[in-house]
């Protein structure tokens, strides 16, 4: 009967001990960092630049573009992305210190196109729209771009790009180009 309930008592520490779904099926993190490669499973990335302004004049089209202001400032971040295997839909977020932003709706062009096929790299951007005071030169936090493809993401890869490595571009006004397929010009 002793034996039993140390059993038991075992069993029980090791149930509440074990991960969590969301930490078994999570995918994996390959880190980088802005200006070089990072590959992962199903995706590359090479973040060129990064680039901060209160206003960013948006390319609608080779002709047409459109000034957005930002309600905080814009974060973009240009980069290529490629597609490893399949063709797939490259998904991103921004994390500034504690604070996870998505890509802003506000952005009325798209920074990428609807899907990255292999061997056709795409060049394009991120617009994030970010509280001010966490991109103040001073103050030192992670500032990351996370990238994965879009779907199943079980034993998947995420880029994980650290930005503060160089200093961010800051002007008034940034110009954003609409996304181009194929190598760089």
Do not use: C
């Amino acid at each position: 009967m002793p034996i039993t309930a140390v059993l038991i008592t075992a069993a029980a520490f090791l149930w509440h001990h074990l991960p969590v779904p969301t930490q078994v099926y999570a995918p994996f993190d390959v880190h980088g960092i802005s200006g070089s490669p990072v590959r992962g499973h199903s995706l590359a990335a090479n973040v060129t630049r990064v680039r901060v302004a209160p206003k960013a004049k948006f390319a609608l089209s080779q002709f047409t573009s459109t000034r957005v202001s930002a309600i905080g400032l814009w974060l973009i971040v240009d980069a290529t992305i490629s597609a490893i295997e399949s063709s797939t839909l490259p998904t991103a977020d921004l994390v500034v210190g504690g604070n996870t932003y998505q890509p802003s709706l506000r952005n009325p062009a798209g920074g990428f196109g609807v899907r990255v096929d292999p061997g056709l790299p795409q060049h394009g951007y991120w617009a994030f729209d970010v509280a001010p005071e966490l991109l103040q030169p001073s103050i030192t936090k992670p500032l990351q771009l996370r990238v994965e493809s879009d779907g199943e993401e079980r034993l998947n890869s995420r880029l994980v790009i650290d930005l503060g490595n160089q200093p961010l571009q800051r002007a008034d006004v940034v110009a954003v180009s609409a996304y181009q397929v194929g190598p760089a010009e």
